[in-house]
């Protein structure tokens, strides 16, 4: 299975974006969807998951009410739609896919090459 993140960009301060993950291969029920974030200097992050089979959606705080996680199981895609972006959401994004729910990098063995998302004040 590959992962292909894209719908990453420049924009302002209070704009929004959807990203989206497309797998190559089949998603199973029972896989967990994750997006992460790396900011320059920075650790890469646990932004939303979403355990595929049931939908339950998992996010970290200083996303909670700005962003959403969802998929289309029968595209096999992943999305992310994010809101009310501020600069401090500038990082590369990657899709992930781990077997169960997981927030740390190293629970994730299939990832995506990443999409840029800037935004200016």
């Known amino acids: 299975v590959q992962l292909q993140a894209s719908g990453g960009g420049l924009v302002q301060a209070g704009d929004s974006l959807r990203l989206s993950c497309a797998a190559s291969?089949?998603?199973?029920?029972?896989?967990?969807m994750g997006w992460f974030r790396q900011a320059p200097g920075k650790e890469r992050e646990f932004v939303a998951g979403?355990?595929?089979?049931?939908?339950?959606?998992y996010y970290t705080n200083s996303v909670k009410g700005r962003f959403t996680v969802s998929r289309s199981s029968a595209e096999n895609t992943l999305y992310l739609q994010m809101n009310s972006l501020k600069p401090e959401d500038t990082a590369i994004y990657y899709c992930?896919?781990?077997?169960?729910?997981?927030?740390?990098?190293?629970?994730?063995?299939?990832w995506g090459q990443g999409t840029q998302v800037t935004v200016s004040s």
């Open positions: 992930a896919r781990a077997n169960g729910y997981e927030t740390t990098p190293k629970g994730y063995y299939i």
């Open positions: 291969g089949r998603i199973f029920s029972s896989h967990f």
């Open positions: 979403i355990r595929w089979g049931v939908g339950n959606t």
